[in-house]
């Protein structure tokens, strides 16, 4: 799309929250919904009618990848979410993976690359790709990123060091399955596609270190995101980018770097302080606090409204183009589901104060 598409919804004054797995868990059959690509894009469509929105963002499912490369080299159902490689995966791992990449997805991601083709040919709405970023796929497979990530900011290299070197294949191996993804959500029709990077944060990179000139987060977080930019400018396609992880500034300015039609940041970011961090060609996205919503205790809905309102007054004041949004994608909780969705309805304004909550 042409960029002046997003700005021109962000000068619309749109609010939205990311809330598709909310409008799945209004349907009973929300588990064969999931498997089923024309159903998931009708709930997508439902949420961006719901909500007020053309942006037809998916459920923010960050195991989908996971699970196909573990589907992959054949590692059982019951093991996939407990499995971490504990050394850098061999040749034959690789070869597995390259044999299966031109296969068939699974059902849940293929329902996925279903439900964006329904929204492309069936709706007027824009079609959006979801896709974990590589090193939050990589804090998925392996056991403990934090110690051999320091250890390589020291300057210890892959020939050193076993972990070094389990970080480094891991992370080749995990954008073989990501451009595998992404290729499919684009030619299903994805004019975009949403890059899901909470793991690239200070957690993980220690910010002594990139002070002292480590170039760990070029090289494990910035090199396979400009790549998978470069993959999506090669067609066309938008990038959304997104991190909700615990920033330092230098972090931010990186993921600007990737000129994204769209950054969502989380609720521990300032948007207006960003806003001197980020091109004005860049929506910023977000950031009320939505992982509380669950819990009045933790945030009320008039307590939404009034935050919304203050971060849309400070970003008017520093003029950046922005979208009120939620932090990342709302989750539904068991028991706390008309909760959550009073709040999320809130950012969309549809809840307009505390007594009509």
Same mark, same amino acid.
């Given at each position: 799309m042409e960029r002046e598409y997003y700005l021109n919804l962000a000068a619309k004054g749109l609010r939205m929250p990311v809330g598709a797995d909310l409008i799945l868990h209004e349907h009973p059959n929300a588990e064969e919904i999931l498997v089923d690509g024309k159903q998931l894009g009708k709930v997508i469509e439902e949420t961006c009618r719901r909500f007020d929105t053309p942006l037809a963002f998916p459920r923010m499912d960050l195991e989908l990848e996971k699970k196909m490369l573990m589907d992959m080299i054949g590692i059982p159902k019951e093991d996939v979410a407990k499995f971490h490689f504990t050394s850098a995966p061999d040749q034959e791992i690789f070869d597995k993976v390259v044999k299966h990449l031109d296969g068939p997805l699974m059902p849940a991601m293929q329902a996925q690359v279903d439900a964006i083709k329904y929204i492309a040919e069936e709706t007027d709405l824009l079609p959006i790709g979801m896709c974990i970023g590589p090193f939050s796929l990589l804090t998925k497979i392996i056991p403990d990123p934090i110690t051999p990530v320091a250890i390589a900011g020291m300057g210890i290299t892959a020939d050193e060091d076993p972990e070094v070197k389990l970080v480094e294949e891991s992370? /080749?191996?995990? +954008? +073989?399955?990501?451009? /595998? @993804?992404?290729? !499919?959500?684009?030619? !299903?029709?994805?004019?975009?596609? =949403?890059?899901? &990077?909470?793991?690239? @944060?200070k957690v993980y990179f220690s910010p002594n270190q990139i002070e002292s000139g480590a170039d760990t987060? %070029?090289?494990?977080?910035?090199? @396979?995101? /400009? &790549?998978?930019?470069?993959?999506? %400018?090669?067609?066309?396609?938008d990038l959304i980018f997104h991190c909700c992880g615990e920033l330092i500034d230098f972090m931010v300015e990186q =993921?600007?770097?990737?000129?994204?039609?769209? +950054?969502?940041?989380?609720s521990s970011r300032k948007l207006w302080e960003d806003a001197a961090l980020v091109s004005d060609a860049t929506v910023l996205y977000g950031n009320l606090p939505s992982k509380k919503f669950y819990s009045d205790d933790l945030?009320?809905?008039? &307590?939404?409204?009034?935050?919304?309102? %203050?971060?849309?007054?400070? +970003?008017? %004041?520093? @003029?950046?183009? =922005?979208i009120l949004g939620s932090e990342c994608d709302v989750l539904s909780v068991r028991g706390c589901h008309d909760t959550i969705m009073k709040k999320a309805d809130a950012i969309a304004g549809r809840v307009l104060s505390l007594s009509a909550s």
């Open positions: 992370l /080749r191996l995990g +954008m +073989m399955i990501i451009k /595998r @993804n992404i290729q !499919a959500q684009i030619d !299903a029709g994805a004019k975009a596609i =949403f890059i899901a &990077e909470p793991a690239a @944060n987060f %070029e090289r494990y977080v910035m090199a @396979n995101n /400009r &790549e998978i930019k470069s993959l999506l %400018e090669s067609h066309g396609v =993921f600007a770097s990737l000129d994204p039609a769209i +950054m969502s940041l989380g945030i009320t809905v008039q &307590e939404v409204i009034d935050t919304g309102d %203050e971060l849309v007054a400070k +970003m008017q %004041e520093v @003029n950046h183009p =922005f």
